[in-house]
Structure formats: C-alpha cells, structure tokens
C-alpha cells in the first residue's frame, strides 16, 4: 500500500511568518507531486506540483521536493489568516491516479 | 475555466436505499474519481475510470458501484445504503496520466439513517 504521511497539525503560526508543511512519501517509483488546499467545508483545490528535484516558487509558495529522502515540502512566506486551511499532499505514480495525505490543518493567527 | 458538477450537495437516505451520486465534467478528461473524505481518514478513493466504459478500483470499493456509459459522465452507486457510508463524497477528473491535476467538484455530504 503506498502511503503519505502528514502531521495532522494544527500547525498555528503568526501572521506574516512562513508556514512550512511537510510529506513523506514511500513508493520510490513517484513521479508527482502535488499540494492542494482545502478550505472547511469546500473540495480541494491545486496550490502547486512539482515534478523534479529542488524548489518551484509561485508568489508566496515554495515546494521543495527531495526524491532520495522521500519527501516534500510547502513553505508559505507572510503567511495571511486567509492561509488558514487543510493543505492535503499528493503523489503520483505515473499511473492514474494519485495517493493523498489525511492533511494539515494550518492556523494563521492575525 | 475548469468544472466539475456534482448532483447534490446534501443528501439523506435511509439504510437499505440505493443511492446514486452523479459528477459531471465540462474539460474533455479522460479519468474520472470518486472518493470520500472522513475526519482523521483524509481522501480515500472508492474507484476511477480511464474512459468510457472502464473502471478500476480503489482503495475501498467494498459496498460500491459505478458507471461510465458517457465521456463527461461518472456516477457512483450505493447499493445499498448503510449508515457506515455516511461521509462526504468527492468527484475529480483529470487529464489522462497520473501526472496531471485532479479537478475536484464541491462534493456531496450524504447522511445515511
């Protein structure tokens, strides 16, 4: 069973902080790599992918992605209490379809 | 821009009842889902289709149908509802490959009594 291991948090931090969100990952095979956020009560939607080793930035969102450690992360700079959601891990095989992480629920706290 | 409808947003059934939940896509997708979502279980997907007519699987199918008779058209089907089943359901579609974004729909929160 491949799996996706996240903090489930909460994970608070102050406003204008960065906020880091991390993922392991254990099928070696994975390909892609995706953070979605989830705000309460609504269905995900796509922040970021990320297909190869190193840092893909996006306005005030970094993923870092380390295949030989098996992990990826999501670091927020001047983290907003709009931030405040469940940001939920991905990874794909290549096949189709993808395996998610239970989520961390990020608290921004003005 | 990007859509994924879902039939209901909320549902009530009462044990015993077949359920039908219905997602439709307006992106050309070739892959379909159906998942749930349960607090401290996070996205579980229940089964996919790769095209028209095909299905595979998932992580926890048990207690579950579907069908795929059109390209823009995947539905999920409870044969018969038990109360373990009630949860939140999330369609998605994506282009073909595991590599793509999976579009989600607003989900249907279903009760079953």
């Known amino acids: 069973q491949k799996e996706v291991e996240q903090n489930s948090g909460p994970l608070s931090v102050p406003e204008g902080a960065i906020a880091s969100l991390n993922c392991t990952y254990s099928?070696?095979?994975?390909?892609?790599f995706f953070w979605y956020r989830q705000y309460s009560g609504k269905s995900p939607e796509l922040i970021m992918s990320i297909y190869s080793n190193g840092d893909k930035e996006d306005g005030r969102f970094t993923a870092q992605l380390n295949k030989a450690s098996q992990y990826v992360s999501l670091l927020i700079r001047d983290s907003q209490p709009s931030d405040s959601a469940t940001y939920l891990c991905?990874?794909?095989?290549?096949?189709?379809?993808?395996?998610f992480g239970i989520g961390t629920k990020l608290q921004v706290i003005p | 821009d990007v859509k994924v409808t879902q039939s209901s947003r909320y549902l009530v059934k009462r044990t015993g009842e077949k359920v039908f939940l219905e997602c439709v896509q307006d992106m050309d997708h070739e892959n379909m889902f159906w998942y749930r979502q349960d607090p401290g279980l996070g996205l579980r997907l229940i089964y996919f289709?790769?095209?028209?007519?095909?299905?595979e699987k998932g992580d926890i199918p048990e207690g579950y149908s579907v069908s795929r008779e059109k390209k823009e058209r995947f539905s999920l089907i409870l044969e018969s509802a038990s109360t373990n089943q009630t949860s939140m359901y999330l369609c998605?579609?994506?282009?073909?490959?595991?590599?793509?974004?999976?579009?989600f729909g607003p989900g249907t929160r279903l009760l079953v009594l």
């Open positions: 099928d070696r095979g994975s390909q892609s």
């Open positions: 991905a990874v794909g095989g290549g096949y189709q379809k993808v395996t």
């Open positions: 289709s790769y095209d028209v007519k095909m299905k």
């Open positions: 998605a579609s994506s282009s073909r490959g595991g590599l793509e974004t999976q579009y």
